[in-house]
């Protein structure tokens, strides 16, 4: 497998980031991307997430050169392809329905890009082995993709943009097909094989877990715009705006104000130490794990009270909603199965957060 | 009772299946076997084994000329009526169009259109131009009623086939012209088969318009038809259709084969 790394890198350009500057593109008056910029580093697994209709499967097609930018320009390495059409381009895709070539074998699927590279029959077909059993599908080179299974064709996809050896792979949704067993294992094993080539990875989905466990940044697309680029850490934890704190993993919002001595305060509930606020109001952002369960009123430290509502059991955690007077949603608070012990409808509890868990993020009304 | 159920049920059945079988087959057999037949008269009882009427045909210059004229109309109408009805086809399922759907309901009218208006209408057109009845007439009438069969064979193929794989071809690195060659080809050329030849077998026996639209130089059913006035031709004509029922045959038995051979593999 070395040997495609280093083949890889030889193929690749000196440096094979992608540079996005001002893209937008219309469809029928419809704004579908408004002025993106984005930069990807070389080798990087970078993930373009949001729900359907953001603008983000538009955006690869556009990397792909599959569809062209109403304005803005593109660049890979040193190279500007803003202009160039898909075939011209260094870069690969591996398509959400797989496109495989109804009428070729999976060998042939594979080596389908390679005659334009003139290679020796030999030196092709040492190549489509090797991408072959790099993708797990040693000896099936000469099956139908018709009697393949979802991930094995999902397989031969991989197989035939990887063979290119191109700067920049492109996944479209790729792992949204396979159900949920086999699309935990691709993840994995997507992330091995992006590290064991090399390549960088472009991944579009709408799974934030899948988005979560894979990259090593993300993008968080709305609306055609980016709401916000970062490590997957970053994005859960210090989300830039409700948007992107509600779409990914769950969250409570506590709409508040500043008061006296750098705290917080929410009408009716009380104030409360946030360590990211500077002196604004906003939208206290408090993740599920963050809250202790007491049974007692804590003595200092930020609380709220309330009445359980309703206890989840999930195995490895429970989740418990709890009432609070004065907030319209219950708040959700997850915690282990032995916090939750005995709790059980209209039960009084306290949930309290340290200072540093909460985030403060800007209120959009 | 499962008994007397299992063997009464296959009775009834094998009975209308036999007879089903027979009321296909039997007038389609006759023809070869009164081609074999030593008589002129075409009539039971049999008279005896002859060739004589195979020996025959190469001596019927204008029988094997409307046969030539048959096969040429049919191959030419067939090409033509395919390549248009699949760039038609191409078009319709592929491209967003105004109007669509009037459209290719408008393309299907020469099917339901009484041939014989069709034909009285083409002839009267023809002599209003003035370009003169000949093989050319025979052609544009045979194909302005294959056209619609052969849109309709390659709607449905190209219809059933997802556009990624171009995008994919593209992304590959292939431009639109090698595109179509390694993909949409291969991929349509089931479709473009049948249509060809679902649209020679048109050509090759359509009467009504061949008779209008043609002058000197004939089509086969137009010579049959013609020849049954001498009953003295009919033993050959019969052995011509011998010939045609055996090509028929070998074309369908081929294609059959190669369409498993092609699955197989």
Redesign the interface.
């Known amino acids: 497998m070395t040997d495609t790394r280093k083949e890889s890198h030889m193929a690749a350009d000196p440096d094979s980031g992608i540079s996005i500057r001002g893209i937008s593109k219309s469809f029928d008056g419809t704004r579908v991307l408004r002025d993106i910029d984005l930069e990807v580093g070389r080798g990087e697994f970078f993930s373009l997430l949001g729900p359907s209709g953001c603008g983000k499967s538009t955006l690869l097609n556009i990397l ?3 569809e062209t930018p109403d304005s803005g320009s593109i660049r890979i390495g040193d190279r500007d392809v803003t202009h160039l ?4 381009r260094p ?3 591996v ?3 797989y ?5 070729l ?1 999976v060998a042939k699927n594979v080596a ?2 390679l ?2 590279k003139r290679l020796g029959r030999r030196e092709r077909d040492e190549k489509v082995e090797r991408m072959l059993s790099l993708v797990h599908l040693d000896g099936l080179g000469d099956r ?1 993709p018709s009697e393949l299974s979802g991930g094995q064709r999902q397989r031969v996809a991989l197989a ?2 990887l063979v ?1 050896e191109p700067a920049v792979l492109l996944l479209d949704e790729s792992l949204a097909a396979l159900d949920r067993r086999l699309r935990e294992a691709m993840q994995i094993e997507l992330r091995e094989l992006q590290r064991e080539v090399g390549i960088t990875f472009v991944f579009v989905t709408h799974d934030q877990d899948e988005a979560m466990s894979m990259s090593d940044r993300i993008a968080v697309m709305g609306g055609g715009r980016i709401l916000q680029i970062g490590r997957p850490t970053e994005l859960y934890h210090a989300p830039a705006s409700r948007e992107v704190a509600e779409f990914i993993g769950s969250i409570n919002l506590i709409e508040v104000t500043p008061c006296a001595g750098g705290r917080l305060e929410a009408p009716g509930l009380g104030a409360f130490d946030c360590d990211s606020a500077a002196g604004e109001g906003g939208l206290l952002a408090l993740r599920p794990e963050c809250f202790g369960i007491a049974r007692e009123a804590p003595a200092a430290g930020n609380r709220l009270e309330g009445r359980v509502r309703e206890v989840t059991f999930l195995g490895d955690r429970s989740y418990l909603r709890v009432n609070v007077e004065g907030l319209e949603d219950p708040l959700i608070a997850s915690c282990s199965f032995r916090e939750a012990e005995g709790l059980s409808r209209d039960d009084r509890v306290w949930l309290t957060w340290s200072a540093e868990d909460g985030r403060l993020i800007p209120s959009d009304r | 009772m499962t008994r007397s159920h299992a063997r009464k049920r296959p009775v009834l059945l094998t009975a209308y299946a036999v007879l089903f079988l027979l009321f296909l087959y039997v007038p389609i057999l006759l023809v070869p076997a009164f081609s074999f037949n030593d008589g002129t008269i075409v009539a039971f009882p049999l008279q005896g084994f002859t060739t004589r009427w195979y020996g025959e045909l190469s001596r019927s210059p204008e029988l094997l000329a409307a046969l030539r004229h048959s096969l040429v109309v049919g191959a030419c109408v067939s090409v033509l009526a395919t390549g248009l009805g699949t760039l038609g086809a191409w078009v319709v399922t592929r491209y967003p169009l105004p109007g669509k759907a009037p459209v290719t309901g408008f393309i299907m009218l020469p099917i339901v259109a009484p041939l014989v208006v069709l034909a009285g209408a083409l002839f009267l057109l023809v002599q209003t131009v003035g370009v003169g009845l000949s093989l050319y007439t025979v052609g544009l009438g045979h194909l302005i009623v294959c056209l619609p069969f052969a849109f309709q064979v390659m709607r449905s193929r190209l219809e059933s ?2 556009d ?2 171009l ?9 639109r012209v090698a595109t179509f060659l ?2 949409v080809l ?2 349509s050329a089931p479709g473009i088969i049948s249509s060809l030849l679902l649209t020679f077998t048109l050509s090759f026996d359509e009467f009504v318009l061949s008779f209008f639209l043609s002058s000197t130089e004939v089509t086969l059913p137009v010579y049959i038809w013609s020849q049954l006035r001498f009953p003295g031709r009919l033993p050959v004509v019969l052995a011509l259709g011998s010939l045609i029922l055996l090509a028929s045959f070998v074309l369908v038995v081929l294609g059959e084969v190669l369409r498993r051979w092609r699955t197989d ?1």
Do not use: C, W
Request: hydrophobic fraction near 35%; glycine fraction near 12%; proline fraction near 7%.
């Open positions: 792909g050169g599959l059409p898909a075939e011209k870069t690969n895709m398509f959400q329905s496109a495989m070539f109804p009428h074998s389908y890009g005659r334009r139908n035939r943009a290119m | 086939f997802d990624s794989v995008k994919a071809s593209r992304d590959l690195g292939e431009g390694r993909v291969p991929i593999d």
